[in-house]
């Protein structure tokens, strides 16, 4: 594109940075050139949204029956993510694809496995009534269970391969 604006011809292309959640309208006109009677106006919508991602991460997450997993928001930030606010997180509601499957609490993300099955978790901005993020989860009954402690230092941080600070204790 600045080959062609050395040329002498304008960019068509133009940055848009949102300054808050919503919607809006973006429009522009084109003019033609001299001695033509027609210009060409266009208009498209826009929607300006958190960079949110929901935390437990693994999709599909893989579940028991009865067990209760809260999920929760993080916001994606340069150089990494950190937990979304309590007050930015009030902000979205949390709903399933399938509530046969699993039953979520609205405001808080408490999510309960109700039978085996498949659903979808959503995070939606109340905002622009729009997702912020999915997940899938699966309901399930292993055959046999194996359990690994893995230490956490916080939401959305990544589990490093170490030695943990206690032996392996397998059962």
Excluded: C
């Excluded at 959503?122 to 269970?145: C, I, N, Q, W, Y």
């Excluded at 916080?154 to 589990?159: I, K, M, Y």
Aim: proline content about 8%; overall charge negative.
């Amino acid at each position: 594109h600045l080959e062609q604006e050395d040329a002498g011809f304008e960019s068509d292309w133009k940055t848009v940075e949102g300054i808050t959640v919503g919607k809006a309208q973006a429009s522009a006109e084109l003019l033609s050139p001299e001695g033509t009677s027609t210009n060409i106006i266009a208009s498209i919508p826009l929607l300006v949204m958190d960079h949110v991602s929901i935390w437990p991460a693994p999709s599909p997450l893989r579940i028991l029956p009865g067990s209760v997993i809260p999920f929760s928001l993080l916001e994606v930030v340069k150089g990494g993510t950190t937990l979304l606010d309590a007050e930015r997180a009030a902000l979205y509601r949390w709903r399933v694809s399938n509530d046969s499957v699993a039953s979520i609490d609205p405001a808080t993300g408490a999510l309960t496995g109700l039978a085996l099955g498949i659903t979808e978790v959503f995070a939606e901005d109340t905002r622009v009534d729009a997702a912020g993020d999915h997940a899938v989860v699966r309901v399930v009954m292993p055959k046999s269970l194996h359990l690994e402690i893995s230490w956490i230092d916080e939401p959305g941080a990544l589990v490093h391969a170490r030695q943990p600070p206690l032996p392996y204790i397998y059962w």
